[in-house]
Structures are given as C-alpha cells and as structure tokens.
C-alpha cells in the first residue's frame, strides 16, 4: 500500500514538472532583446529547438500522466524518454536555482527505471471519444501557451496590449497559419510565432496518428482478431451468451497454451467476461490459470457475467467467489409445445396472429442478400430504439449483424400487405445444436402474437433441422432469493429487482418471458476474483453494459427524485406504466 502511495505522489510530481516545462518554454528570456543583439549574437536554431522541446516534453508528461498511473507500459516507454529530454535541457542551461528541479526529476527517472515492472499493462481499448480529448486538451494548452508568450513578447509585435489581445491573435495565427498577417517591431516576435507554426504543425500531425488508432488501426485489428476467434466460439462456445463474442464492442484474451479465447471489456481495472471460456472442456482449466495470471500482471479483477453452471466448479476450484445473478428460459424444443394452461396466453396471441394471416419466413442473406427485408428490419429496429425509455444496454446484448451474419438466424412476420411487422435474431451456441433468441423487435402497431408466432415458429423448424434447445435469454435477478445462503450482494440485488423496477422492467422481462411456459429455468451466475464481491464490481457489471451512460442515468434519476419532491414524475429513463 505504501508503494500505491509513493507511485501516486511520484506521478503527480510528474505532473507538475510537466506544467514547469510548458512555463520553461515560454519566451521570458527574449524579452529584452534587440535587434542588434539578435543580428550579431542569436541562434535562431536554439531559440526554436528551446521553445519546441520544453513545449513537446511538458505536454506529454502530462498527457501521459494519468496513463502512468494506470501502469500502462507505453506510458512508462514515453515519460521516461521525456523525462530524460527535460533533464538533458536542464542541464545544457544548467544554472544553481536550477538544482532543486535537477533533483526531483532525476529522482522520478530513477524510480521509473528501477520499477519498470509496476508498469506492465498493454495500452488499453482507444476510443475516438478519448482521441478527441487528447487532442482538445493538447490544443487548449498550446493556445494558453501562445497567448502568454505573445503576451510577455507584446514589446515586440504591433497590436499586443492585453493578454485578450493576446489570445485573439493566438486564435488568428492558429485559423490563417500566416505569420505575414503580423506586424513586428523586432524579429524575435516574428521566430516567435514561427516556432509555434511549427508545434502546430506537429500537434496537427500527431493528431492525426493518434485519430488512427480508433478510427483505423483498432477496426482492423479487431476484424482480424474476430475472423480468428470464429472458429473457436463456433466450436467451444458452450455459454448462451457465447456468439456476443463476435459483435464490435468486445477485446479479446487468446489463450497462448491451449485454443481458446474469452471476450470481455474493461471498467476500471475489472476485466468484465461475457459468459465463459471459450475452449475444450479438457482444456478449461489451464486457460483459466492462464487468464487469472494475465490478470495478476495487469492488476485487474475478474468478473464472468451470466456463467453457468457448467462452469462453477473450475471457478470455485481457482478461488472465484460465486452469486447468482438470474434464470434462463430454457426450452426442449423435443417436449415443447402450446397445450395446457401454462401457455395458454402465447397459444391465444398465435391464434390471434393466424387469424390475421401473419406469415413467418426465414431470411438467409448468406445465401442471396435482399436490401428490401434488410431495409425493413433496420426502420423496425429504429422504430424500436426510438421507444425505448433508457440508452439501450450494450455487451451482454446482441445486434443485428447483417453484414456479418455468420450463422445467425434471422425469422420476420408479414402481414397481408407484404410490410415486415417484426423479426427476431438467434444467435446459436453448444456448436449449433442450441440457440437464444438474441434479438427480439417488432413494430410499435404490430397486432398481438407477431412476436410469440416468430419464436414458437422458430423453434419448431429449428427442432425438424436436429437443434435441442431454444432459449429466450436471462430473467436478470430473478428468483435470487432461492438461494439457501444469502450474502450482502444477493440483498443488494433483491433490493434492486423489487425497487429499481422502473428503470428496466426486470419483472415485465420476467413475465414475457414466463408466459411462454420454458420446459426449464436454468440459474445464472456472476463468478468473481478476488473475493468478496465489492462495490466496484456491481458498477463494472452496470458500467460494462451502459458504458458513458451510466452517471447520466443516476444524474437524471436523482435530478427527478429533486423536482418531484416526494411527487409522481416521469422521466424520459423511468419505464411508462
């Protein structure tokens, strides 16, 4: 704990030297220069180089900052490299006063060199939303800059009195890139203003790269780690929630002992796992170790989201802690059918829609592509979206896929008329002898049944073709309470399916769900490392699905619960009833 300390402190101190090396690249040395000076004694070359470096080395001490302390290896590679330029500029104008800032960062590079395995993790997942931000933060900085340099240089170029007039033509200079637009009295203004072009230029430049990674390298890498991946998930993928794998929002760990590969994204430091592992059975115990000691060296905890109970004992074996997080609606598709009075609603709603002529056909666009039916999934899609009282939750959700329907399964209904009233998704898993029905859309006017004729439809042609089991996907925290042993966690989870109803419908989920009459309620699990279960994995779990969402969400429900006032309001993410 006293190391997390002194690693804190020394990254801040990081920070702030960073901050003196932006102030040391500022032009208080040329103040007083004239033009004969400048013609007889003035390296325009050490002026420039001066300005340039102490800008550029500032700038990525405290850009990178915050990426040191996440341990990241790339960060420690870069503020080490700046770190040793800024010492190396100290001393080529080395000067007694100087001594105190020579020691202290001398001190941050000796540090950092002789911990270098406290900074072992990979660079993490590039966002366009976090490029964006470097970029804005690195420009916003080099405009304060420009402005207190033209500033404290105003002795030297016409129209300069304020620092508001300052900032005007920093904004001026960085809009036309014409320093002939300028009116100077001496030429130190004019190499001023010409060594900012060039740190514009090379901000501009590195802006670019850095917008590469989200906009250009990450897709591909990612497409090239998914066409990897296929095979496996196709194969090993056991899990329900196996095939989410393949969507665009997932990273991937690759086992490098045995065939394997799990997806999962990053909240704060807690690898959150769709599903399972994804490997032979035999080989299950080896990836694990293999994940766990990935995890050890990054520093991460572990969360499996919605395992089963297929998984339990290698989880428990390795030292997971285990809750239960929900029931599947599970379906043998070899018993199932619409007698008795359990599915006498669904049996109705089907009447209803055979009634109505709904027709339900089968799109297979690996076999001949139709834009017109793709066209209408996507405005039923839309339309659905649109409706929809919350952000629509990510990652442990499927999507359409289209382009890359891989063996997805895609079932719509039409009415008389020829119009696509609805459609759902299956996504298959346990090597195509199961599947879930992934995504389930259907049009706001559709008449009743459309939905519930798609799916029994579904799975009765899919039971003919040899599948075994259907399943409509996970009741979230229902039946929670049977648990024999309940923990902290499990009253947490209690609490919110009987009060945060409103927010998500858990309980309407549940019902739509329960109508159906499932031949089984299979239990879902939440396996997690280390033990116990902590705040911070329940925010992970909720973050991993809302991602950028999630403090909206709670800003807008407390800002509700404030206008109310005790009083009945109804906000855009409160479920209408």
Same mark, same amino acid.
């Given at each position: 704990m006293k190391l997390k300390y002194f690693r804190s402190i020394i990254i801040a101190f990081l920070f702030l030297v960073g901050f003196k090396n932006i102030w040391r690249s500022l032009p208080f040395r040329y103040v007083d220069l004239s033009d004969e000076f400048f013609s007889t004694t003035f390296d325009y070359t050490v002026f420039v180089t001066h300005h340039f470096l102490s800008f550029l080395v500032g700038l990525i001490m405290i850009l990178l900052a915050y990426n040191l302390y996440k341990r990241i290896q790339f960060a420690w590679l870069i503020e080490t490299i700046a770190l040793s330029i800024s010492i190396l500029i100290m001393l080529y104008h080395f000067s007694t006063p100087k001594l105190p800032y020579l020691l202290i960062e001398s001190t941050i590079l000796i540090y950092l060199l002789l911990n270098k395995k406290e900074f072992p993790r990979k660079s993490e997942k590039g966002t366009l939303r976090k490029s964006f931000s470097y970029i804005v933060v690195a420009l916003i900085i080099l405009l304060i800059n420009t402005s207190l340099g033209l500033f404290i240089l105003r002795g030297h170029i016409q129209g300069i009195k304020t620092i508001f007039d300052a900032m005007s033509q920093s904004i001026r200079l960085f809009m036309f890139m014409d320093t002939s637009l300028f009116d100077f009295k001496t030429q130190i203004g004019e190499f001023y203003l010409k060594s900012i072009l060039m740190i514009y230029w090379c901000s501009i430049f590195i802006s670019l790269i850095i917008l590469m990674k989200p906009l250009v390298y990450k897709p591909i890498l990612h497409q090239h780690l998914k066409k990897k991946a296929i095979p496996i998930v196709d194969q090993f993928g056991l899990n329900p929630m196996s095939y989410l794998a393949l969507e665009d929002d997932k990273l991937y760990f690759f086992s490098k002992s045995v065939e394997g590969v799990c997806a999962y994204t990053l909240s704060n430091d807690i690898m959150v796992i769709c599903g399972d592992l994804i490997c032979k059975i035999e080989d299950q115990d080896a990836m694990c170790r293999e994940l766990m000691a990935f995890a050890k060296n990054n520093y991460y905890s572990i969360v499996f989201l919605n395992t089963t109970d297929t998984f339990l004992e290698l989880y428990q074996k390795n030292g997971f802690g285990i809750t239960k997080y929900g029931e599947d609606a599970v379906f043998d598709l070899n018993a199932y059918n619409l007698k008795g009075g359990r599915v006498a609603k669904v049996r109705a709603a089907i009447n209803h829609a055979r009634k109505a002529d =709904? !027709? =339900?056909?089968?799109?297979?666009?690996?076999?001949? $592509? *139709?834009?017109?039916?793709e066209a209408q999934i996507n405005e039923i899609s839309k339309e659905w979206l649109s409706q929809k009282n919350m952000p629509e939750m990510k990652f442990m959700l499927g999507s359409n896929n289209l382009e890359t329907p891989l063996k997805r399964r895609? #079932?719509?209904?039409?009415?008389?008329? &020829?119009?696509?009233?609805?459609?759902?998704? #299956?996504?298959?898993?346990?090597?195509? $002898?199961?599947? =879930?029905?992934?995504?389930? $859309? $259907? !049009?706001?006017?559709?008449?009743?049944?459309?939905?519930?004729? =798609?799916?029994? *439809?579904? #799975?009765?042609?899919? !039971?003919?073709? &040899?599948?075994?089991?259907?399943?409509l996907g996970l009741s979230p925290l229902y039946n929670i309470s049977a648990e024999e042993k309940l923990k902290w966690n499990d009253y947490l989870f209690q609490y919110v399916y009987e009060h945060l109803d409103q927010i998500y419908g858990f309980k309407a989920l549940h019902h739509a769900k329960e109508k159906y009459a499932p031949t089984a309620w299979e239990n879902r699990y939440i396996a997690f490392y280390p033990k116990p279960f902590l705040p911070q994995y329940a925010y992970a779990i909720v973050n991993a699905q809302l991602p950028d969402r999630l403090s909206k969400i709670i800003l807008k429900l407390v800002w509700d619960e404030l206008r109310t006032k005790g009083g009945r309001y109804v906000s855009k993410y409160t479920r209408k009833r």
């Open positions: =709904i !027709k =339900i056909y089968e799109y297979k666009p690996n076999d001949t $592509r *139709d834009l017109e039916v895609y #079932f719509y209904a039409k009415n008389q008329l &020829g119009e696509m009233l609805g459609y759902v998704v #299956f996504n298959p898993y346990e090597n195509g $002898r199961s599947v =879930i029905a992934e995504v389930t $859309r $259907r !049009k706001s006017h559709a008449p009743q049944g459309v939905l519930e004729t =798609i799916i029994y *439809d579904a #799975f009765m042609q899919m !039971k003919d073709e &040899g599948l075994l089991t259907g399943n």
